[in-house]
């Protein structure tokens, strides 16, 4: 099982970027998936998640209303669109497969992680 997370890069404050996280080896539309940071010095943190269906999802209070989170089950992959993004939106962001059909956004709830992309934002 492995989870591929791609799309970061540098922007500028203000700016917009598309995360992927494309899943192989197995199917994990059953699964809710999530996308978590972690910033140098700092405790990885939840950021978004999203049920097996797509139709709930959950945010951290710092990212809602910038920050939308989907998915295509036919493509295995979930994404991250981030707009409006700040200096302290800089990290590694990790996606994550839930053992569960449902996750609030507790790191408990994932099983699966890829390897991290970094998001630098610029003021």
């Known amino acids: 099982v492995q989870l591929q997370a791609s799309g970061g890069g540098l922007v500028q404050a203000g700016g917009s970027l598309r995360l992927s996280c494309a899943a192989s080896?197995?199917?994990?539309?059953?699964?809710?998936m999530g996308w978590f940071r972690q910033a140098p010095g700092k405790e990885r943190e939840f950021v978004a998640a999203?049920?097996?269906?797509?139709?709930?999802?959950n945010y951290a209070d710092s990212v809602k209303g910038r920050f939308t989170i989907s998915r295509d089950n036919a493509k295995n992959t979930v994404y991250l669109q981030m707009n409006g993004l700040k200096p302290e939106d800089t990290a590694i962001y990790y996606c994550?497969?839930?053992?569960?059909?449902?996750?609030?956004?507790?790191?408990?709830?994932?099983?699966?992680w890829g390897q991290g992309t970094l998001v630098t934002v610029s003021s």
């Open positions: 994550a497969a839930a053992r569960r059909s449902y996750s609030s956004g507790s790191e408990g709830d994932f099983g699966s």
């Open positions: 080896g197995r199917r994990f539309s059953n699964n809710a």
């Open positions: 999203i049920s097996w269906s797509g139709g709930v999802t």
